[in-house]
């Protein structure tokens, strides 16, 4: 008989009252898991908030000591590098100081790398070649308390030196001396021009005398024969005359003149020549009382240095006679960098000739300009009371494209206005309101451009979106809030700070890897 296969599942006997199998319920064992799921998500949190806080904090950090890093280097052979280097750092009251974290400690080194001497720097044991800057924080966190960890300690280090050759600069610096200089700057506790006299210390006091040579400019322009009662410590103020008109293409500085009846009035708006006596060495930490140039700016104590004049405001042909007086120096020391400092509020406000071509102070600002043959019109186009800002961006855009020699213009914003605005006249014919950049309300090349936008446009690569040339402060009284300046100089409001942002641009230093021997 062949044995059969059965395919029925086998069944066990059943005994009276057996419930038959058990199931267990398993559903509670997954809460365990979950928990440890949940504490491992938290902790992945706080690694990704709390770390990624800290990667925030630390390049803040990083930013805050390379700025402080090439301040210093900037200064050195000077033995100050240590006090500049901490107020470029994150420390409190410093200029980087960041409310997000407190800098626990700074570290500032002096160092002798031979590698820098190997590039043309020297050093001794008073006079280091470069500059090492550490600053460390802590924060707390935030998740990862959970786990145990309270606060997280980051830190960065920065390096910098002077590079092997340092660009030495023609500098043109152009004041503004109109009255409305005299207006007080309660910021800055001073007048206007005294506080901007104080901030042009600052940058003389980081130029290398060595290297860089400094010229003076003022608007309006003066006589030749009074120019020096702004250096010479006399109370007597130099005598103005009415706006003459350089020209748009010289390579040479003369003086201008025009005819005051009978007799040839010499005019200039350099007051003083390209120099680098306003320190005896570039290892000075203080201005020479001897130079004209720190006497003409406040440096000599007890010494009343520019003045005030009772001009109005027109500043086109300050900076085609800066340009003019620039190019020259360049063409005599070969391997310099012409650079332009423009302060101002930027407001236009020159008035057109008498009829006939009489002229009496105070009331009219323009006049005959080189050999008496060149006038001001109302044409719109350099020399013009018509378009009178516009004109400035025009020769501020001739020196920054000037071919093969591009000068850099920085300019200063000292409470300009935003807003354009017609002059106001009552039913006499008589002023009764100035207006905002009047000339070029509906008229000009660049019509009805504000003071604030001819300061910003007159800056070396405004129009191709580089803002790093503009500056502003408006806190002055009878500033304009919404006149700021962009990118990284919008926090640097006060003039003193100003200069120095500028002392920095023009610096040589640079950041070398922290391990360079």
């Not at 090439?70 to 100050?80: C, D, F, G």
């Not at 390579?251 to 120099?275: A, D, E, H, R």
């Not at 191709?464 to 640097?492: E, I, M, P």
């Amino acid at each position: 008989m062949t044995p059969q296969i059965s395919t029925e599942p086998e069944r066990l006997p059943v005994r009276r009252g057996d419930p038959g199998p058990t199931i267990l319920d398993e559903s509670g064992q997954i809460l365990p898991w979950m928990v440890m799921l949940m504490m491992l998500f938290l902790g992945f949190t706080s690694l990704v908030v709390d770390l990624g806080r800290g990667m925030l904090v630390r390049r803040q950090l990083q930013a805050s000591t390379d700025s402080a890093a090439l301040a210093a280097a900037r200064t050195l052979p000077n033995s100050n590098f240590s006090t500049v280097a901490m107020q470029y750092s994150s420390a409190v009251g410093s200029l980087n100081q960041n409310g997000a974290f407190t800098v626990d400690s700074i570290s500032i080194q002096g160092k002798c790398l031979t590698t820098v001497s190997s590039w043309g720097n020297p050093c001794t044991s008073t006079s280091p070649n470069a500059v090492s800057v550490i600053e460390s924080a802590t924060i707390p966190t935030f998740f990862a308390r959970v786990v145990g960890i309270k606060t997280l300690k980051v830190s960065a280090m920065s390096t910098a030196s002077r590079g092997a050759n340092p660009q030495p600069y023609n500098v043109a610096i152009i004041l503004d001396t109109t009255p409305s200089m005299n207006t007080n700057d309660s910021n800055c506790g001073a007048s206007q021009l005294q506080c901007a006299s104080n901030a042009v210390q600052q940058l003389l006091q980081g130029l290398a005398p060595s290297l860089d040579s400094v010229s003076l400019f003022t608007f309006p322009n003066v006589t030749s024969t009074s120019v020096s009662n702004d250096y010479d410590c006399q109370s007597s103020n130099p005598t103005t005359g009415p706006y003459t008109f350089p020209s748009t293409t010289s390579k040479s500085l003369s003086t201008m003149n025009y005819k005051n009846g009978f007799s040839t009035v010499q005019m200039t708006y350099q007051i003083l020549g390209f120099s680098g006596d306003y320190r005896s060495s570039d290892k000075s930490t203080t201005l020479s009382t001897t130079s004209n140039l720190s006497k003409a700016v406040g440096g000599k104590s007890n010494c009343t240095g520019i003045q005030t004049s009772n001009e109005n405001t027109y500043y086109a042909g300050a900076i085609y006679a800066a340009q003019s007086a620039l190019l020259a120096q360049q063409a005599a020391n070969k391997g310099t960098q012409n650079v332009i400092i423009l302060l101002s509020d930027g407001n236009a406000t020159g008035k057109e000739q008498n009829p006939g071509g009489a002229w009496s102070a105070g009331s009219n600002d323009f006049a005959t300009g080189i050999q008496s043959t060149t006038i001001a019109d109302n044409s719109g186009n350099y020399p013009s009371w018509v378009g009178q800002c516009g004109q400035g961006i025009d020769a501020a855009h001739y020196a920054s494209n000037y071919p093969n020699n591009p000068t850099t213009v920085y300019t200063i914003a000292y409470g300009s206005l935003t807003t354009s605005q017609a002059d106001v006249y009552n039913r006499f014919g008589q002023l009764t309101q100035s207006g905002n950049c009047a000339s070029d309300v509906n008229a000009g090349k660049h019509q009805n451009v504000s003071p604030c936008q001819a300061m910003q446009q007159m800056s070396s690569g405004w129009s191709t979106g580089d803002k790093s040339h503009f500056y502003s402060d408006y806190y002055v009284t009878g500033g304009d809030s919404g006149c700021q300046a962009g990118d990284q100089n919008n926090t640097t409001t006060s003039l003193n700070n100003i200069f120095k942002s500028i002392l920095v641009n023009l610096t040589a230093a640079r950041l070398i890897p922290n391990e360079t021997p």
